[in-house]
Nanobody, 124 residues
C-alpha cells in the first residue's frame, strides 16, 4: 500500500513557477505508476500528467504540455510536478495519485490511491 502527501502549492502571479511534491510512504513506491490531477471549483477532476513506475514514460494533458514537467525520485519516494509559465486557468487543487496497474492513465477512476491535494492559485 502507499500513502501520498502533496506539498508546494501556493499563490503565484501569472507567468510564475511552482514545484509540487508528492511524498509517498511504503516500500513499493517504485512499482507504482503516478499521476497528477487537478480540480477547479465547480469542475470535474482532470488529468494533468503521468509518469511510469520507472520514470521512462511520461504523458501530459494538452493544456499543460510544454509548461509542466513531471518527474520522480524513487530513492526519495517522491514525485514532482514542475509548473512553469502558470496561467490563471491553472488555478485548482492539485492531487497526486498512484496505482500499480494502470488501465487508463488519464482516468481518475483508474488510480487507487490519492493524496489530500494542495491548492494552487494563479493571479492575473
Amino acid at each position: 500500500q502507499v500513502q501520498l502527501v502533496e506539498s508546494g502549492g501556493g499563490l503565484v502571479q501569472a507567468g510564475g513557477s511552482l514545484r509540487l511534491s508528492c511524498a509517498a510512504s511504503g516500500r513499493t513506491f517504485s512499482t507504482f505508476h503516478m499521476g497528477w490531477f487537478r480540480q477547479a471549483p465547480g469542475k470535474e477532476r482532470e488529468f494533468v500528467a503521468y509518469i511510469s513506475w520507472s520514470g521512462g514514460n511520461t504523458y501530459y494533458a494538452d493544456s499543460v504540455k510544454g509548461r509542466f514537467t513531471i518527474s520522480r525520485d524513487n530513492a526519495k519516494n517522491t514525485v514532482y510536478l514542475q509548473m512553469d509559465t502558470l496561467k490563471p486557468e491553472d488555478t485548482a487543487v492539485y492531487y497526486c495519485a498512484a496505482d500499480p496497474r494502470l488501465t487508463n492513465i488519464v482516468s481518475p477512476h483508474a488510480y487507487g490511491y490519492w493524496g489530500q491535494g494542495t491548492q494552487v492559485t494563479v493571479s492575473s
